[in-house]
C-alpha cells in the first residue's frame, strides 16, 4: 500500500487493492477501516513494500496455508529478505500433480521452508 488508507485482500493467488474511505484508515489488526485514533499507521515505502512498524516485544503471528504452490518461492523470498520465520500448512494435494516440474518445484519449496526456519 501506498498509505495507511490502502490495503490488499488476496483472493484465489491475486491481491486486491483497495481504499478506505475519507478519513478512515486501515486497521490490520482487526481487518477493517477505523477511525485513525484506533490506527498504528508507520510505514516505510522501501522497495514499494509497506511495512508496519512493531514495537519492541510485540509478536505477529503468520500462516500460509494449502501449499506449496507456484506462490510459494515468492513468499520465502519476501520473508527471507524481511527476516522472518512463518508457518506453512501443507496440502498434500500440491506434491501429487501431472506435471514432474510442478511436483519438482513445490518439494524445492517445502525444503526451503525447513532449511530456512519455517515451521
Not at 482487526?30 to 485513525?36: A, K, L, T
Not at 490506527?39 to 512493531?54: D, F, H, T
Not at 500460509?64 to 512463518?86: C, H, M, Q, S, W
Request: some cysteine.
Amino acid at each position: 500500500p501506498e498509505s495507511c488508507a490502502s490495503y490488499y485482500h488476496c483472493a484465489n493467488g491475486r491481491a486486491f487493492g483497495g481504499s478506505c474511505p475519507p478519513g478512515l484508515l486501515w486497521n490490520g489488526l482487526n481487518d477493517e477501516c477505523d477511525f485513525p485514533e484506533n490506527v498504528n499507521c508507520e510505514v516505510s515505502l522501501g522497495i514499494g513494500v509497506a511495512r508496519m512498524k512493531v514495537p519492541t516485544g510485540t509478536y505477529i503471528y503468520m500462516t500460509f496455508d494449502d501449499g506449496p504452490n507456484e506462490g510459494t518461492p515468492y513468499v520465502l523470498d519476501a520473508l527471507k529478505e524481511i527476516g522472518v520465520r512463518a508457518t506453512f500448512f501443507i496440502n498434500s494435494d500440491n506434491l501429487h500433480n501431472d506435471s514432474p516440474q510442478t511436483v519438482a518445484m513445490n518439494k524445492e519449496s517445502l525444503v526451503r521452508m525447513v532449511s530456512e526456519g519455517h515451521v
